[in-house]
């Protein structure tokens, strides 16, 4: 018997399964979250206030605002979370991160009636401190 030797290209176990990311303006229907906005509203009030809150503590920065880029799968998994313009360590990049990841299954975007990848932006403002 020979041995079965399989050779992976450095990219086979690749985060991305997409072969292209749409942007909002190339997709006839937009990617949907699976939290409605009062829903929305809970979960930034007990998983994103704290991180915030913890960055605030540890390095002072304070965010008035967040605004966050998701990429979504065309199966409607996140496949990566962004913070543009966030002023914070990279700790909380990485807690805010794995906090959205934790959403759900969305509702893909859809071009033409097929599911494909996407951007989808959010933007949480007026971040009220106390």
């Given amino acids: ?7 992976l290209s450095p990219t086979a176990f690749s985060q991305n399964p ?4 749409y942007s909002p303006s190339e997709v006839d229907m937009l990617a949907e ?10 979960f930034t009030e007990s998983k994103i206030i704290p991180v915030l809150s ?14 966050i880029l998701f990429t979504i799968s065309d199966l409607g998994n996140i496949i ?7 002023e914070a360590s990279a700790e909380t990049h990485r807690e805010l991160a794995n ?4 959403m759900g299954t969305w509702k893909p975007a859809t071009v033409k009636e ?3 990848c996407s951007e989808f932006s959010y933007k949480i403002g007026c971040i009220k401190w106390q």
């Fill in 1 to 7: 018997m020979l041995p079965l030797f399989v050779f």
């Fill in 18 to 21: 997409c072969e292209k990311i």
């Fill in 33 to 42: 979250m699976p939290l409605n906005f009062k829903q929305f509203g809970e």
């Fill in 54 to 67: 913890t960055e605030k503590e540890r390095n002072g920065n304070l965010a008035a605002s967040l605004r």
């Fill in 80 to 86: 990566s979370v962004e913070f543009p313009g966030l």
């Fill in 99 to 102: 906090a959205f990841m934790q």
């Fill in 114 to 116: 097929k599911t494909v």
